[in-house]
């Protein structure tokens, strides 16, 4: 069992930046694939980011590539999401997820573990 709990999120000026948290307890987040992902007003939720241990690659959405930064700390068991160069458009509710098995670290499903989510605001 692992617990998520996100902090970060705020109102913010189109341009700027802010870095979400998401701190675990539980267990050790270091054989969990840890993904990020939003829901924007109306819409479903989508993927946004994750840090693949097996590979230690990160994946992101082509919609942050280049402005957004997902990174983890296993020793203080959290990971965080830096986003910068925010748009109106990255609006919504930003939720850390986790999941240790097999799966397509894409796909809102694969995820077994989800935090309570942190409203993001982006102003223009």
């Known amino acids: 069992q692992v617990q998520l709990v996100e902090s970060g999120g705020g109102l913010v000026q189109a341009g700027g930046s802010l870095r979400l948290s998401c701190a675990a307890s539980?267990?050790?987040?270091?054989?969990?694939?840890m993904g990020w992902f939003r829901r924007a007003p109306g819409k479903e939720r989508e993927f946004v980011a994750a840090?693949?241990?097996?590979?230690?690659?990160?994946y992101y959405s082509g919609s942050v590539k280049g402005r957004f930064t997902a990174s983890r700390d296993n020793a203080k068991n959290t990971v965080w999401l830096q986003m910068n160069s925010l748009k109106p458009e990255d609006t919504g509710v930003y939720y850390c997820a986790a999941y240790s098995n097999s799966g397509n670290l894409y796909d809102v499903g694969t995820y077994d573990y989800w935090g309570q989510g942190t409203q993001v605001t982006v102003s223009s």
């Open positions: 539980g267990s050790t987040i270091s054989s969990y694939v």
């Open positions: 840090d693949n241990w097996r590979d230690s690659q990160t």
